[in-house]
T-cell receptor, first 111, second 112 residues
């Protein structure tokens, strides 16, 4: 059974800092790993998708990496802004197309 | 392409009442998921369909929750009777093959 863990559970940083969010998964046999953003009371916004054959994906100030062998993915946010404040979730898609979510990291960027 | 549609967006019911949620996935997506997200937690898979067959419903409380996907397209999730602890956001998602999953906006359920 796939288990996905995100560390830290919460993070508070001053505006302008670069930061890294971590995602670990127990079963490395995944098709892809997806990072989402969730604002309070809102649905999920897909940020980045990394296929199992890829090592990283970039979108603007966001960069996500994937190391299947170690069961890890990281989301790097450059030059953080108050608008980046949200909960970030990772989700691993594995056998039978099952999508398993992590517990989330709640990010607060302080102006 | 149109996204995953869910309705209603919000629902408030009293405990012991019943409620139903509806999901219309992206056209052509064979896989459909229902997730429950309790405040402060990550989404938990309730049930996964492949066309109109169930792939995984191991975490669905079958004594009160039921779901169906008629003709392998739309899906409904029902709770009967509802409990206070069912208050959560219910997310529907669809996917095709090994590509990314697309999520609807969710239905926020409050049980009072």
């Amino acid at each position: 059974k796939q288990e996905v863990t995100q560390i830290p559970a919460a993070l508070s940083v001053p505006e302008g800092e670069n930061l890294v969010l971590n995602c670990s998964f127990t079963d490395s046999a995944i098709y892809n790993l997806q990072w989402f953003r969730q604002d309070p009371g809102k649905g999920l916004t897909s940020l980045l998708l990394i296929q199992s054959s890829q090592r990283e994906q970039t979108s603007g100030r966001l960069n996500a990496s994937l190391d299947k062998s170690s069961g890890r993915s990281t989301l790097y946010i450059a030059a953080s802004q108050p608008g980046d404040s949200a909960t970030y979730l990772c989700a691993a898609k594995g056998g039978y197309q099952k999508v398993t979510f992590g517990t989330g990291t709640k990010l607060q960027v302080i102006p | 392409e149109a996204g995953v549609a869910q309705s209603p967006r919000y629902k408030i019911i009293e405990k012991r009442q019943s409620v139903a949620f509806w999901c219309n996935p992206i056209s052509g997506h064979a896989t459909l998921y229902w997730y429950q997200q309790i405040l402060g937690q990550g989404p938990k898979l309730l049930i996964q369909f492949q066309n109109n067959g169930v792939v995984d419903d191991s975490q669905l409380p079958k004594d009160r929750f039921s779901a169906e996907r008629l003709k392998g397209v739309d899906s409904t999730l029902k709770i009967q009777p509802a409990k206070l602890e069912d208050s959560a956001v219910y997310l529907c998602a669809s996917s095709r093959g090994a590509v990314e999953a697309f999520f609807g906006q969710g239905t926020r359920l409050t049980v009072v």
